[in-house]
């Protein structure tokens, strides 16, 4: 079998990992794209062994970049999620934990020069449209990685990544509620169907006959949670305007409960949708702090009250907390949300040349 290289950096951006390519170097037609994100990956295997995906949909999450033709936008990034065991690549949704290494990403490929000291990034996710500054710690004019900031289900500390995102309503949709209601009743079942950075279905873990508080393990081992989360999952799929949902990631799901540790706002178990996330996607915290500020949605009661805008909303998840710096105008009844921005971190792990059968490149 011939094999045809195709350059790429492997990042890890924020608790994802995942190769980063140049839109250039791989095929414009999105079949063709998908059957070569898939060798890449080495999807359709329990430990993708044909490939370098993980194991997991962490793991298996792809990245290609390229310069924007917008005035205002420095980078489009495209996003893909490949499935681990499924020959499958969905490329509806964006990632938030990815978008944390394409500052870096895209400087260390040249696509934008780096400053010294730090350097702005603005980055429009081509598959929702939402566009997002990056802030890059380039002391130097050069990429750093070293830094004092930890955070949660990542080892060490490494240089801050900061993200502000700047029009994360309606990403999918249009529309912060796109049911035209705070909360639905499916299946017996009460749900907040919300789009804020990532379309999701969230409900109370109590609902489910959860505490909330389950282990990773002990949620994917739960299969009959699973069947019954994703019968609600289609039908509010269909209710937000997505249409049949049954081989798309989107929207997710949350599951959430009281806050356990002082000062938190929230606890939630995070869903892509057929797995439990490890920690807690980025786009996800967003949407699940969102939810638990507006009134009516299924977080009344459940988070702690907010005191008033802006305000660091504090989420609980299997690893430790994320923090979600929110900006809002509520007025009884009246909610409107206006921005998102957290810290993470992002690390260049390898770089080189990922090779796949050279037919599929070939057409």
Partial sequence: MTQAAIPYLFLRGGTSRGPYFRRSDLPADLDQLAEVLMAVVGAGHPLNIDGIGGGNAVTTKVVMLSRSEEADVDVDYFFAQVSVTERLVDFAPTCGNMLVGVGPAAIEMGLVPAQDGETPVRIRAVNTGALVEAVVQTPGGRVTYAGEVEIAGVPGTAA????????????????????????????????????????????????????????????????????????????????????????????????????????????????????????????????????????????????????????????????????????????????????AGVVRTARLIARGEVMVPAQLLEG
């Fill in 160 to 339: 801050p990544v900061a993200l502000n995102f700047l029009d994360v309503v309606g990403s999918r949709t249009g529309v912060m509620f796109p049911t035209g209601q705070r909360t639905d009743a499916i299946g017996g079942i009460a749900v907040s169907c919300v789009d804020v950075a990532m379309p999701m279905m969230i409900a109370r873990a109590a609902d489910f006959g959860l505490t909330g508080y389950e282990t990773q393990a002990e949620l994917d081992a739960d299969k009959d949670l699973f069947a019954r989360m994703e019968a609600v999952r289609l039908e509010a799929g269909k209710l937000m305007g997505l249409g049949d949902v049954t081989k798309s990631v989107v929207p997710k799901i949350g599951l959430i409960a009281p806050p356990r540790a002082e000062g938190a706002h929230l606890t939630a178990r995070y869903f892509m949708p057929w797995e439990t996330h490890p920690s807690l996607a980025v786009t996800g915290s967003q949407c699940l702090a969102a939810c638990a500020i507006a009134p009516g949605t299924v977080a009344e009661g459940v988070a702690a009250p907010v005191a008033g805008s802006p305000e660091m909303i504090r989420i609980e998840h299997p690893m430790g907390e994320m923090e979600v710096l929110v900006t809002f105008t509520r007025d009884g009844d009246a909610f409107e949300f206006h921005s």
